[in-house]
């Protein structure tokens, strides 16, 4: 229960930057395109051959498709093992994250860059589905494990390596050319903070049960 006052902070914190980056894009988009062209420039290069491979290889896990595979299977796997709050903390965010990224891609209605695309990618740009999705399935699946793991030691191995992880989805968003950097900003911010949110209540109801 000590965690609430820093999670409430870090929610705010990612709720206010989103909603900063939103104003922007909302009504002086063009505020932004200083900040989204120097963060391009320095993600793509000059579009290195390894790099390509791996990026257009990471941003796969940010696809609905693979996002929604590996949520029904965390939450199945869950709900067998009888860890019925983190089931429906997993699946909540994770229908959470299909609601937001539908309801506010369509409110905004960006486009994306104009620049070359290597992976084909429909919609509109703001925010970045795969960075938001990515935040709120795996983040969750952070707070479970390092819930359930006693050892210190794999805690932050596996936080470590699975923030990485969203990291690099949301990178691979800007080096494959569908999303401006603010997109994925705006993604990663409002998948945190919401995050955060839902973390309080599923921390509630873990000591109450």
Known sequence: MQRKPLSYTLATLGLLVFLFLAFLVKFNPEALNGFDR???????GDLPQTLT??????TVVGNTSTQAVIAIIAVIFLAYRKHKQEAI???GNSLLAAFCIITIKNIFQR????????VQADGYSFPSGHSMGTMLIIGSIIVILCGRVKQKGWRCLIA????????C????RIYVGVHYPSDVLAGFSLGFGLLNVTNVIYQNRIYKS
Not at 160 to 167: D, K
């Open 38 to 44: 120097t963060i391009q420039t320095a993600v793509r």
């Open 160 to 167: 470590v390596a699975l923030a990485a992880l969203i990291f």
């Open 111 to 118: 486009p994306r860059p104009s620049i070359l695309h290597l």
């Open 169 to 172: 989805v949301g990178l691979s």
């Open 89 to 91: 903390f997993l699946a």
């Open 53 to 58: 491979t791996f990026f257009t290889m990471v």
